[in-house]
């Protein structure tokens, strides 16, 4: 194939892959995103792996995947929107594209099948686009546009996912970085990454020390207002505070003493960007020390 680029189609029949006068045809073969069924564009000698190319992931490049919120201990928190950023790298190239499925733990490897988890909003659609393996029907799957992975050294392929209610989600993408020379040289790289979450809602979560200090903390992930259940044995001098992954100190909820009982206390933390912090309660006394994470939308 000529300056080959990884495509999904619309197509339910295998494609070839084309590119003329420098453009990128945005019409390829859907199924390629290494998921249970399907192969690679390597795998199947359509990039690096055929006519003396070489294999997933030994190419000098990489594929990166990140989200915002993001994922913590392999974990989604259901109905939750993340955006995602897939950025496909390698130095001296200058033409990239992705493909990009989340699926659930049933390991269909019927491609006709939907059985696509959560789902899928574009956020750039002058990059990326969504299609299913048939036409109206099998899996969602996210890839480039037509002239959209055109980039030096590097492209980031956004959009969001919405994370379904419940359920194990397996997450496969694949990246590739041509040569664009317009041979048949199987000088393309391919990267391929995959990676499972479970469901964790976060939602109204307890928990109970040494000293019977009991809390609820709601809602997980939260928007604008948080809000707490204390239920303490004496009365405490009380600190709670958010502070970043890296341990800095986002705002301070509450420095005050407490009083012995049942209270509720709610925080506006509508100045709180968006991200997942560490919600600490710690008394002066040093025997309340709570720690846990918070997901602000």
């Known amino acids: 194939m000529n300056k080959k680029l990884l495509v999904l189609s619309l197509l339910s029949a295998p494609a070839i892959i084309l590119f003329t006068s420098g453009t990128l045809n945005s019409y390829g073969q859907s199924g390629m995103t290494g998921s249970p069924g399907e192969y690679t564009c390597s795998v199947n000698g359509c990039h690096g792996a055929g006519s003396g190319g070489v294999a997933n992931n030994t190419g000098p490049g990489s594929l990166v995947i990140s989200t915002n919120p993001a994922f913590i201990n392999n ?29 659930d733990n049933s390991g269909s490897t019927n491609l006709n099948t939907d059985n696509t988890a959560g ?3 574009i956020t750039d659609a002058t990059h990326t686009q969504k299609t299913m393996y048939n036409y109206f029907s099998g899996r969602t799957n ?11 050294n590097a492209m980031s392929f956004n959009f969001d996912w919405v994370a379904p209610t419940s359920g194990t989600v397996n997450m496969y993408a694949v990246g590739l970085a041509t040569d664009y020379n317009g041979t048949n040289s199987g000088g393309d790289n391919v990267y391929n990454k995959s990676f499972k979450l479970t469901a964790n809602s976060g939602v ?3 928990a109970i020390d040494v000293n019977n200090f009991s809390v609820q903390i709601f809602p997980n992930p939260v928007n604008d207002v948080l809000s707490l259940k204390l239920n303490l044995l004496s009365e405490k001098q009380l600190s709670v505070a958010l502070y970043s992954l890296e341990g800095k100190l986002s705002k301070t909820l509450l420095n005050q003493k407490v009083p ?14 968006q991200g997942v912090y560490l919600l600490k309660i710690v008394s002066a006394d040093g025997e309340i020390n709570h720690t ?3 997901i602000v939308k």
Do not use: C, W
Request: glycine share 12%; hydrophobic share 35%; charged share 15%.
């Open 260 to 273: 012995e009982g049942l209270i509720n206390q709610s925080f506006s933390i509508n100045d709180i960007s």
């Open 292 to 294: 846990q994470k918070i």
């Open 75 to 103: 974990e989604y928190v259901p109905g939750t929107t993340y955006h995602v950023s897939v950025v496909v790298s390698e130095s001296g190239r200058q033409l990239f594209g992705f493909s990009f499925e989340a699926l």
């Open 142 to 152: 996210v890839m480039h546009t037509k002239n959209g992975g055109f980039s030096q």
């Open 204 to 206: 109204g979560l307890s």
């Open 119 to 121: 789902s899928i909003a």
